[in-house]
């Protein structure tokens, strides 16, 4: 059974600083990764999503990679800003899709203006 | 292009009672899926259609039952409810050939 862990649980930043929020996966046999973004009783936010046979994908100040052999995935946020406040979620697809995504509990991150 | 939409947004149910979700897809999506997010958790997979049809299922029961209709949005049913049901139910489309799910706003259910 497919587990996702996401360190750190929580974490507050300084505006302007680059951060790293970590996803770790149990089973390396995954479809795809995706990360999200969730704003307090809201629905997601896909912000990128990696293929398995990627190794990253960038769109703006983000940029995720994915390690499968490790089981790892890292997000990367480039010049924190305020807007940037929000629950910060990874899933991996597995069974070609079909078993659904797989979540981690995310990252509540907060940046200070 | 329209997004993933999801109705009602609030719903407050009393236990023993049933419950329908309504989910329109985005655009150019054939696959619908269900998830139920606890409150501070990360969501959960309860099932998949594709072309009408039920082709994956996570560990929830047989009264979590849904639909898929022809023009791919879908309908989430939950028999005799029970305080744990109390979430936010998210539905999220996507395109069976690329997998990228989007996610609709989400319905609140509470069960009391």
């Known amino acids: 059974k497919q587990e996702v862990t996401q360190i750190p649980a929580a974490l507050s930043v300084p505006e302007g600083e680059n951060l790293v929020l970590n996803c770790s996966f149990t089973?390396?046999?995954?479809?795809?990764l995706q990360w999200f973004r969730q704003d307090p009783g809201k629905g997601l936010t896909s912000l990128l999503l990696?293929?398995?046979?990627?190794r990253e994908q960038t769109s703006g100040r983000l940029n995720a990679s994915l390690d499968k052999s490790s089981g790892r995935s890292t997000l990367y946020i480039a010049a924190s800003q305020p807007g940037d406040s929000a629950t910060y979620l990874c899933a991996v697809g597995s069974g070609g899709g079909a078993d659904g995504l797989t979540f981690g509990k995310g990252t509540h991150l907060i940046i200070q203006p | 292009e329209t997004g993933v939409t999801q109705s009602p947004t609030h719903l407050i149910k009393t236990r023993g009672q049933q419950v329908t979700l309504r989910c329109s897809s985005q655009?150019?999506?054939?696959?619908v899926s269900w998830y139920q997010q606890a409150l501070g958790q990360g969501p959960q997979f309860i099932f998949q259609y594709y072309r009408e049809e039920e082709n994956g299922r996570g560990n929830f029961p047989p009264r979590f039952s849904g639909l898929q209709f022809p023009n791919y949005s879908s309908e989430l049913n939950v028999n005799a409810l029970e305080l744990d049901d109390s979430a936010l139910y998210l539905c999220?489309?996507?395109?069976?050939?690329?997998?990228?799910?989007?996610f609709g706003p989400g319905t609140r259910l509470t069960v009391l």
């Open positions: 999220a489309s996507s395109h069976r050939a690329y997998n990228e799910q989007f």
């Open positions: 990696i293929q398995s046979s990627q």
């Open positions: 089973d390396s046999a995954i479809y795809n």
């Open positions: 655009s150019g999506h054939n696959t």
